[in-house]
């Protein structure tokens, strides 16, 4: 019988930004989780929808952070809302390579 590693992460993604909020930086975040490979991510603080984030940040994303850190990488992707407000609404995800059943 063969031995299987499981390699997870859990990592605050911050809404997307650097320490102190001074740069939008969800796409090097991405870089570095697609190199590290994990099966399992477990990620706080994604923006799932920002208003005003979406009309001023350039590169802000189409979908929502978990859709975009998820794409190609984490077929199996789950959002859960922690706090809204009237610009939208942040909360915890898990991205899987592996079928979620709940």
């Given amino acids: ?22 740069r939008f930086v969800l796409k090097q ?3 570095h989780l697609f190199e590290e490979d994990a099966d ?5 603080e994604l923006q799932g929808e920002h208003q005003l984030h979406q009309e001023k940040i350039g590169d802000w994303p189409d979908q929502c952070q ?9 077929s199996h992707y789950a ?4 706090a809204t407000y009237n610009a939208g609404h942040h909360g915890n995800a898990i991205l899987s390579k592996f079928a979620l059943e709940s």
């Fill in 29 to 31: 975040i991405r870089k």
């Fill in 40 to 44: 399992l991510l477990f990620l706080q």
């Fill in 66 to 74: 978990s859709e975009f850190l998820a794409e190609k990488k984490w």
């Fill in 1 to 22: 019988m063969a031995n299987h590693l499981l390699r997870v992460i859990t990592y605050n993604i911050h809404k997307g930004f650097s320490t102190g909020n001074r």
């Fill in 79 to 82: 959002y859960g809302k922690n």
